[in-house]
């Protein structure tokens, strides 16, 4: 026997990560099932390239400086002679990721490409595998994307009114957030939160002045004019701060609803002087960082509390609509976030997977058997593929909806999809259910299942793994958590979806577009041995209509989430028999009647699959024992 020491003795193998895009089963069936083959055709070598890139050492390098080196105030918000100076330092680390993923478009794509009502579904294909890797870079990016369309649908609204300079301003700040050049591009904050409340925005202490500037008044950067209201407040939380604008909520009148301003975060003044002395330059536009935020997770994100004295902006819309404006950037950011969480699971699954395949442990009569070839390990790892691929098909079909909501249907619509498209006059009120849903159940979900993967590397799942950044599952789960709380908390969502479901005008067509996904879209799933499974979800289904339709909206609210909840598992239900009927086999079966069964649309009979560990294996990797179905679904 030779005695172990720091360097000799046992040394563990280090897992491998593959490309997610071929490599993660789950996004295979849904990229087949939601995108057709002439899309795919068009974006699959980029996405692929994108694939590898993102697990690259220097992403992962930029990963641990963003993590290490976290953001902070310049002498904590102070010059040498104690003058108030907000000057905001980030690490090299979060600018080379902000700066891939502008280059790479991951907002633009929406903007300057078009692949019709599949553009959505691109885009965040793209976001799923860059989500695990950007250190939180995505939630500004969201944001941007949500200003952008938000500024795209007041500059392409013929009846907008919008002055000619409103529009110049406007305009502007719209081409620089779509922009794929790092020096060009912006991101954007959208500040709601103050400390009266979390989503509760009813209590805004946020105030907007209208007193326009004389012609002698500063600029913005680039010669743009400063806005016409006057903005001060304290706002709670602001996950962008180093971004270059911001949608943002404040009261004109206290007899009116809060209303939306755009603003730049930064404006020319001439009288300032540079250390050298020369005068002019650029400072904050009336805004003050009170301090930075220190949070469990997302600690590379820049999140501040912010005091505004005399920010100038612009009113977006009508005064006292601010609810109705800011909603279109929250159904996008609300998306943004479900994929996060969904991107932060897959990179979790693909760690847990991957040291499942060289991890060895002790088996029966002394052998010692890889985790993958461990009964139990991979039922649990299966199972939590299962619950993964649900989820995943809620969130792919919202995407799906979101495009059709937002771009014109092309006439060339592949029959596995046009099975899921709903008539025109049915999207939007579908998508209001789903908006809410979708991130409510998804978030909430993820975070349990990502501790799942965390366990399943033992010890080693528990440690900052900073030094083998590719395996930090542990950094992930942290920053997993904050998906069930911003952009609306399980319960805040939860209760917005029943109060899509009981509005007194638009709640009776809400229902209907879910009735019609459940029974015209399981009408279309012909396999006879799914008939059992088809009852089962549309008897739930009832269950929930029934009690939606009798009980009034102050009774169901307490039960938001089991409402809530139970129409999403009924989606994901007829969801997963369509899959299966798209993407044909034993292993999709097998995933379905898994999901069925433990939902209680079936009551534990089989039908399809043997189960077994080979066919868990196949479940968990795809590609087994020279099987390779991964590749070919």
């Avoid at 620089?176 to 050049?181: A, P, T, V, Y």
């Avoid at 790892?381 to 995407?399: D, E, I």
């Avoid at 209001?432 to 991130?439: A, F, M, N």
Wanted: aromatic share 8%.
């Amino acid at each position: 026997m030779e005695p172990s020491s720091s360097n000799t003795g046992f040394i563990q193998q280090p897992p491998i990560l593959k490309n997610q895009f071929y490599d993660d089963v789950s996004l295979r069936r849904a990229v087949k099932l939601f995108i057709p083959p002439n899309v795919l055709e068009r974006v699959e070598p980029e996405i692929a390239e994108l694939g590898d890139q993102v697990l690259s050492q220097e992403i992962f390098d930029w990963i641990t400086d963003a993590e290490k080196n976290l953001p902070y105030l310049r002498g904590s918000g102070r010059d040498a002679f104690g003058k108030p100076k907000s000057e905001l330092v980030v690490t090299e680390g979060w600018r080379k990721l902000q700066e891939f993923g502008l280059r790479k478009g991951f907002v633009a794509i929406n903007y300057d490409s078009d692949f019709s009502e599949y553009t959505r579904l691109v885009q965040f294909t793209r976001c799923h595998l860059w989500e695990g890797s950007c250190a939180n870079t995505l939630c500004p990016a969201a944001m941007q994307d949500g200003a952008a369309r938000l500024l795209q649908r007041h500059l392409t609204n013929p009846d907008s009114s919008i002055s000619p300079t409103e529009r110049q301003v406007l305009q502007n700040a719209y081409d620089h957030l779509i922009s794929r050049d790092p020096a060009k591009a912006w991101t954007s904050g959208q500040w709601m939160t103050e400390r009266t409340g979390g989503s509760d925005v009813s209590r805004t202490e946020t105030v907007a002045i209208h007193s326009p500037l004389t012609t002698a008044a500063p600029l913005t950067i680039e010669g743009i004019p400063l806005g016409p209201w006057s903005i001060s407040g304290f706002k709670w939380f602001s996950s962008a701060t180093d971004s270059n604008m911001t949608i943002l909520l404040a009261k004109t009148h206290p007899s009116k609803p809060v209303s939306a301003f755009f603003a730049p975060m930064r404006r020319h003044n001439p009288s300032l002087v540079s250390p050298t002395g020369q005068k002019g330059g650029t400072e904050l536009n009336g805004i003050t960082i009170s301090r930075l935020k220190n949070k469990f997770g997302t600690q590379s994100l820049p999140t501040a509390e912010l005091e505004l004295k005399g920010m100038r902006g612009w009113l977006i819309g009508e005064e006292g609509k601010g609810i109705q404006e800011i909603s279109t950037i929250l159904n996008i950011t609300r998306v943004h976030t479900t994929v996060s969480s969904m991107g932060y699971l897959g990179r979790g699954i693909a760690i847990a997977k991957s040291f499942a395949l060289v991890r060895e442990a002790g088996a029966s009569k002394g052998k010692r058997l890889p985790l993958s070839a461990h009964p139990l390990h991979m039922r649990t790892l299966a199972n939590l593929t299962v619950n993964y691929h649900s989820m995943m098909l809620l969130t792919f079909y919202t995407l799906y909806i979101l495009g059709l909501d937002e771009r014109s249907p092309s006439n060339r619509t592949p029959a596995a999809i046009s099975t899921l498209s709903p008539p025109f006059h049915l999207v939007a009120p579908l998508l209001r259910v789903l908006s809410s849903l979708h991130k409510s159940y998804v978030c909430e979900n993820t975070v349990p299942a990502l501790y799942a993967c965390m366990e399943a590397l033992g010890g080693v799942g528990y440690l900052v793994n900073s030094e083998s950044e590719h395996l930090n599952v542990a950094r992930i789960f942290r920053d997993a958590c904050v998906g069930a709380i911003w952009e609306g908390t399980t319960d805040v969502l939860a209760g917005d979806t029943v109060r899509a479901l009981k509005h007194p005008v638009s709640g009776g067509k809400s229902v209907e577009a879910v009735d019609w996904v459940v029974k015209t879209v399981l009408g279309g799933v012909g396999k006879e041995e799914m008939r059992a499974a088809k009852e089962g979800i549309e008897r739930k289904w009832e269950g929930l209509k029934d009690r939606i339709g009798r009980e009034a909206q102050g009774e169901l609210l307490p039960e938001a989430r089991e409402v809530t909840f139970g129409v999403a598992k009924v989606l994901m239900g007829v969801l997963f028999l369509v899959d299966v009927e798209v993407n044909a086999g034993e292993v999709g079966e097998e995933m379905c009647r898994r999901y069925l069964v433990k939902r209680g649309f079936l009551n534990g009979e089989r039908f399809g699959g043997k189960g077994g560990l080979e066919l868990d294996q196949r479940i968990v990797y795809g590609k087994f024992r020279g099987l390779d179905l991964g590749a070919k679904l």
